[in-house]
Structure formats: structure tokens, C-alpha cells
């Protein structure tokens, strides 16, 4: 097949991931007519360029949360300081990696004796910014790439070994149901940092609330309260609260 031909393919094959939410290596070769062996050359190339993740037998599109921004958008900055409002001073918080969550970092300059750790080198970076130089720990662990995070069984070993006031975990997805969902497959880490913390803070646009997404991350009873902006109906917002949740709807 020509070069042009396998271009136009790869841009047909993008379309249809972004389109559907999810795409299989078998249904891809079916509906493309070429063998499994190409379309898994084709994802791979792909996932290298940015534009889709790989996932077990097929490809999924690159979560929002994974797109580079040049500044938090002001939904994100809303929510990082009405979560940060929730701190106070000399406490113990961890917080996971993701750009909401990172939106907190700025507002915690004001606060004093914070000990924080991350499994993100993003937020580890703003942290070591701040003029008030809060203690930073990192959980260390299996280093992914694609969300400049650490995982693993490492770094779940490191935050069992700590016990902390709050933590902060964002989500791609809001089930109003079961809990918040995810894009990642590695859901093991969020899961203990919400073990090993007293207080389980979820930062999360209204955007994301209804969006169902099959990795169920944390269920609501594992969760205190959902920091999100203004945008929240007040049906959803109910629905949250009768499930023991402090909602928090950050004002723009």
C-alpha cells in the first residue's frame, strides 16, 4: 500500500477513535480490509505522534486531561482554589497528577508547614516554585510517559508508608451512580491515596459529570467531597450530596 493510502487510513482510523471513544485492533483491520499486523504498525506510529493512546487490543483518544496547555483554563484555576481553601496550614496532603489537580498549586503560596507529596512531576515542579517551600515527597515508582506520573507497585508500596490529613484526586468522568472514572488502566495508585488519606477530595469539571467511562476508580463511599465549578445542575449536585459528598461549586 502506498504511503498516501496509509496516511489516509491513519487519518480515517483517527477519526473513528475520537468519534466512537474506543476502537478494537480486530475491528480496525475488518473495516479497513488489511491485516491485524498493520493496524496494531498503524496505532503504534499514531500513539509515537501523540494522537491516541494504545490500549489492550486496540486504541482509545488522548484524554483531555493529557493535552498540553499553556495555563490552566479559569474552570481549572476556580476549582484549584476553592479545593486549596479546603487546606489548612501544616497539614499532610498528597495529591495525584492531572491538570486540575495542578490548578491547586498556585493557591497553596499562603499556606504554612504543608507537607506534600505527588506522584506527579508536573505538580512536584510547581511545588518547588512556591516561595513557601512546602516539604515535597515523591512516591518514586514505574514512570508512564504519557502521564508524566508515577505508578506501580513501588510507589504503592511508598504511600502505604504514610499517612496524610487530605488527599486530591482528579477524574476524567463524574458516574453519578458508582464513583469517578478514568481513562487509565492504572487505577491501583488513586486507589491507595485514597487509603492512606483521612479526607478524599475529587477535583473534576462539571463537563465531566454523566461521562461514563468503564475504569471505575473510585467508588462514593471512598470519597468526602467533589470540588467542581459552577456548571453543576442542582439535580446532579442533590444526587451527589444523598450520597454523603460535600459538593463544592467553585464560583468563576
Not at 479497513?32 to 493496524?39: G, N, P, R
Request: hydrophobic fraction near 40%; include cysteine; proline fraction near 4%.
Amino acid at each position: 500500500m502506498s504511503k498516501r493510502n496509509t496516511q489516509q487510513r491513519r487519518h480515517l482510523i483517527l477519526a473513528l477513535v475520537n468519534e466512537a471513544g474506543e476502537a478494537s485492533v480486530e475491528q480496525l483491520a475488518r473495516q479497513f480490509e488489511t491485516s491485524e499486523v498493520t493496524i496494531r504498525k498503524d496505532l503504534t506510529a499514531m500513539e509515537n505522534h501523540g494522537l491516541l493512546l494504545r490500549r489492550h487490543g486496540g486504541a482509545i483518544p488522548v484524554p483531555r486531561e493529557l493535552v498540553i496547555e499553556e495555563a490552566p483554563s479559569e474552570v481549572k484555576r476556580a476549582i484549584g482554589r476553592a479545593a486549596a481553601a479546603l487546606i489548612p496550614d501544616h497539614h499532610r496532603i498528597v495529591i495525584d497528577y492531572g491538570r486540575t489537580t495542578a490548578a491547586m498549586i498556585p493557591e497553596l503560596e499562603r499556606k504554612r508547614g504543608l507537607v506534600v507529596m505527588t506522584n506527579s512531576l508536573h505538580v512536584a515542579n510547581a511545588l518547588r516554585e512556591l516561595e513557601n517551600e512546602p516539604t515535597l515527597l515523591m512516591t518514586g515508582g514505574t514512570w508512564d510517559p504519557h502521564f508524566e506520573a508515577f505508578q506501580g507497585q513501588v510507589a504503592e508500596q511508598v504511600l502505604r508508608g504514610y499517612d496524610f490529613d487530605q488527599a486530591f484526586i482528579g477524574a476524567d468522568g463524574i458516574d453519578l451512580e458508582r464513583g469517578t472514572c478514568t481513562f487509565n488502566e492504572q487505577i491501583g495508585l488513586s486507589r491507595v491515596m485514597a487509603e492512606v488519606a483521612r479526607e478524599v477530595v475529587v477535583l473534576a469539571e462539571s463537563s465531566k459529570v454523566g461521562r461514563r467511562i468503564p475504569n471505575l476508580e473510585l467508588s462514593w463511599d471512598k470519597v468526602s467531597a467533589l470540588v467542581t465549578d459552577s456548571g453543576l445542575e442542582d439535580e446532579a449536585k442533590r444526587q451527589l450530596e444523598s450520597r454523603g459528598l460535600q459538593v463544592i461549586r467553585a464560583p468563576l
